[in-house]
């Protein structure tokens, strides 16, 4: 198969060029496990790559010492062939490994299907312009004939997978397009090479062997260039427009050379079968991609969901937080304004709930809150919105119509005066809760919120200091009890506060 020419270059200039194509991927394979070494995020892609470019080298060193230490052609097959071979394999991987490109949210299927279009198509071109003179060359035997065919068919793969890698990045390392273009390259002489065998024109020392030696120094300076980036997975993994195109070009390509056939009346079996695999094929990437964007659209609608509770509950016990409560007060201040009873805002603060964190730590104080909040829950209706402002304060929206806000806040202090049990204690909790309305007469639901929110606040903490463990309606004798707070208005509120027996909280017991 490899029958060469008559060399016109002299013993020791052709040595010189056998050696340096074996020392040159030699050492960019040492450089390429050397990075593998470096750089735990590519191990696995530089480490497949560089003994790929070492197998290369030791192709090449038994093809010279046939050629320069023994001074006799090359036998095909050879051993030679195994190490050549090896290179496009492992490089193929090694490259759909770097820098993460298969990342990309997509099916299995979809990868597969595209990488099978790019193949097919590239294979298609190479078949109709190179291939099926190789195979009208038939003095090989069949083992010679899958071996030398190995050779466009490994270069169509490898130049497939940089492709494909490349265009999945907005942006890439500089390692990334050297490793690239070297590999082009290499696939570039290798097609070449054979061109020239079949033509019998190849010889040693000609362009094909410099752009040999090019590719693996290239390759070489990327393993070395990785060294300097910090992570080999910092380029942008995304839906570039050449990852949206890419599989079409190619195939069109395909489509082409076959045209070209029909058109000069040299249509076969060949011809329609392949026509037809790369019509499937692209249709079928087609539905897959629309799978892919349907899958897509659908994660990201629950990853919105998602958000949208985050940005509006409280994480550890999953009630409104205090923005969610604000929209429903000012949604609710809107519903009713004809002079029948509004929403009624209640506050809730445990009564001394830092003596829990202090003796038992914050995650028996989680766990109680945990606890608080179903408890709080099972007092409201379906339509009232139960929220924790932070800490240990919670509130309670009434909406209309409005539930008797002084039954709600009794049922809260009974909820909450049974024991809790958390992790083998048993906790005794009370709670001072405020009762303020959104009342009529403002210039805007954003005014009356606020004002709802002072009022309950300060009817809390007149509830704190009439002894805990027990409600207050807001009023001016609950603002001239609870003190000169920053939040304190004089605003003519209902009934007055109604008294519950005073009991010390928390007390605590080991069971």
């Known amino acids: 198969m490899w029958c060469l020419t ?12 056998d050696i340096t194509e074996t020392l040159v991927p030699l050492v960019a394979g040492v450089a390429c496990l050397s990075a593998a070494r470096r750089s735990p995020n590519g191990r696995v892609a530089w480490g497949l790559t560089g003994v790929g470019v070492v197998s290369w080298g030791l192709g090449q060193a038994v093809w010279s010492y046939y050629e320069v230490g023994r001074g006799i052609e090359v036998p095909f097959p050879s051993l030679a062939d195994a190490g050549f071979l090896l290179f496009p394999v492992l490089a193929s991987v090694g490259v759909a490994l770097y820098h993460g490109a298969s990342r990309r949210r997509r099916s ?24 099926q003179e190789l195979v009208a060359d038939g003095d090989v035997g069949a083992f010679g004939f899958w071996l030398s065919l190995a050779y466009p068919v490994g270069d169509v793969v490898l130049v497939t997978m940089v492709l494909h890698a490349v265009s999945q990045l ?5 390692s990334l397009w050297l490793l690239s273009t070297g590999l082009v390259v290499m696939a570039v002489a290798d097609s070449a090479f054979v061109w020239l065998i079949e033509a019998g024109t190849f010889s040693t020392g000609g362009w094909v062997d410099l752009a040999w030696i090019t590719a693996f120094a ?7 260039q990785a060294h300097h980036e910090s992570n080999l997975d910092t380029g942008r993994v995304d839906v570039t427009r050449l990852a949206l195109f890419l599989p079409y070009l190619p195939f069109s390509l395909g489509m082409a050379a076959i045209a070209a056939r029909v058109w000069v009346g040299d249509v076969g079996r060949l011809e329609v079968v392949t026509a037809g695999t790369l019509i499937v094929l692209v249709l079928c990437r087609q539905y897959a991609a629309l799978t892919d964007n349907q899958e897509l659209l659908a994660s990201l609608r629950e990853r919105e969901s998602e958000l949208r509770h985050l940005a509006l509950h409280d994480p550890l016990t999953g009630l409104a937080n205090r923005a969610l409560l604000g929209d429903r007060m000012t949604h609710a201040a809107t519903l009713r304004d004809d002079g029948t009873t509004g929403p009624t805002l209640l506050l809730i603060d445990l009564d001394d709930f830092k003596e829990v964190n202090d003796a038992y730590g914050h995650g028996t104080g989680d766990e109680l809150l945990v606890t608080v909040a179903s408890r709080l829950t099972s007092c409201i209706r379906s339509h009232d919105t139960v929220a924790r402002l932070g800490g240990d304060e919670f509130a309670i929206l009434l909406e209309p119509p409005t539930e008797h806000a002084d039954e709600v806040a009794e049922r809260i202090l009974t909820a909450l005066a049974q024991e809790v049990s958390v992790e083998g204690t048993t906790v005794l909790i009370s709670a001072s809760v405020g009762i303020g309305e959104v009342a009529r007469g403002f210039a805007n639901e954003e005014l009356r919120v606020s004002q709802a929110m002072r009022e309950a606040d300060t009817a809390m903490y007149a509830a704190k200091a009439a002894g805990k463990n027990r409600w207050r309606r807001f009023g001016p004798e609950t603002a001239a009890l609870a003190g000169p707070q920053p939040q304190d208005h004089a605003v003519p509120g ?3 506060p109604v008294d519950r027996p005073k009991r010390v909280s928390p007390r605590r017991t080991v069971v």
């Open 6 to 17: 008559a060399d016109p270059l002299s013993a020791s200039t052709t040595a010189i060029v």
């Open 218 to 224: 290239l390759m070489g300076v990327a393993a070395v």
């Open 108 to 131: 299995l299927t979809s990868a597969i299907l595209e990488a099978a279009l790019l193949i097919s198509s590239l294979f298609t071109v190479s078949w109709f312009l190179l291939l």
């Open 170 to 174: 907005r942006t890439a390392p500089a």
């Open 494 to 496: 209902a009934s007055g």
